[in-house]
């Protein structure tokens, strides 16, 4: 016996449309993010290098070693923040969306399973029959919402692990300048 979704959506109840829906919109909503934040975390991974003639030219100005490196602080500090938020803007969308998809399924899941049981009781008895279409209401938002949390899940974690190797990556890059740097601008 094979079902189809198409079978499945026409034995469906107006709620359990309307939390399909929403589950599909959720999907939706986190792979556009997932897909706006991996461009964004691919093209600051390309502008480190486009950092550090601005870090140099910060570095290479005729002052003290002291105010130097005050300057240098500013300015990585000031660029690691900037493209940490940057990166990390719309993230929330992620990770709400997989805490929250597997909730929204079990909200169809308890439709489905009131739905069954009122079909119990208008039948005035119980069979496979009478609650079949409830019970694979509650089943399909159940398996859609962890569908769709779980990717959104995999996306955040490893989203957050890149911007973090790309945050790493400026800090390391502009700590060996500044090294450079001072030590270039130290009296021998």
Do not use: C
């Given at each position: 016996m094979s079902?189809?979704?198409?079978?499945?959506?026409?034995?469906?109840?107006?709620?359990?449309h309307?939390?399909?829906?929403?589950?599909?919109?959720?999907?939706?909503?986190?792979?556009?993010?997932?897909?706006?934040?991996?461009?964004?975390?691919?093209?600051?991974a390309?502008?480190v290098?486009d950092?550090?003639p601005?870090?140099?030219?910060?570095?290479?100005?005729?002052?003290?070693?002291?105010?130097?490196?005050?300057?240098y602080?500013r300015?990585?500090?000031?660029s690691?923040?900037?493209?940490?938020?940057?990166?990390r803007?719309?993230?929330?969308?992620?990770?709400?969306?997989?805490?929250?998809?597997p909730?929204?399924?079990?909200v169809?899941?308890?439709?489905g399973?009131?739905?069954a049981?009122?079909?119990?009781?208008?039948a005035?008895?119980?069979?496979?029959?009478?609650?079949s279409?409830?019970?694979?209401?509650?089943?399909?938002?159940?398996?859609i919402?962890?569908?769709?949390a779980?990717p959104?899940?995999w996306l955040y974690?490893?989203?957050?692990?890149?911007?973090?190797?790309?945050l790493?990556d400026v800090?390391?890059?502009?700590?060996?300048?500044?090294?450079?740097?001072?030590t270039?601008?130290a009296p021998?």
């Amino acid at each position: 016996m094979s079902l189809s979704f198409s079978e499945l959506w026409s034995a469906m109840g107006p709620f359990a449309h309307g939390i399909v829906l929403l589950l599909g919109l959720m999907s939706f909503a986190s792979l556009a993010t997932a897909i706006d934040r991996l461009l964004a975390v691919r093209a600051a991974a390309q502008q480190v290098d486009d950092l550090m003639p601005e870090w140099r030219r910060v570095l290479g100005a005729p002052i003290g070693a002291e105010a130097r490196r005050e300057a240098y602080d500013r300015v990585v500090r000031h660029s690691v923040l900037t493209t940490g938020a940057n990166l990390r803007r719309s993230l929330g969308v992620l990770a709400t969306v997989g805490a929250t998809a597997p909730f929204v399924g079990l909200v169809g899941t308890v439709a489905g399973i009131v739905n069954a049981f009122h079909q119990i009781a208008t039948a005035g008895q119980g069979g496979i029959a009478q609650v079949s279409s409830g019970v694979a209401e509650a089943l399909v938002t159940t398996a859609i919402g962890i569908g769709v949390a779980i990717p959104a899940v995999w996306l955040y974690n490893f989203l957050t692990q890149r911007i973090g190797r790309v945050l790493v990556d400026v800090e390391s890059r502009a700590q060996r300048l500044a090294v450079d740097a001072l030590t270039a601008g130290a009296p021998s």
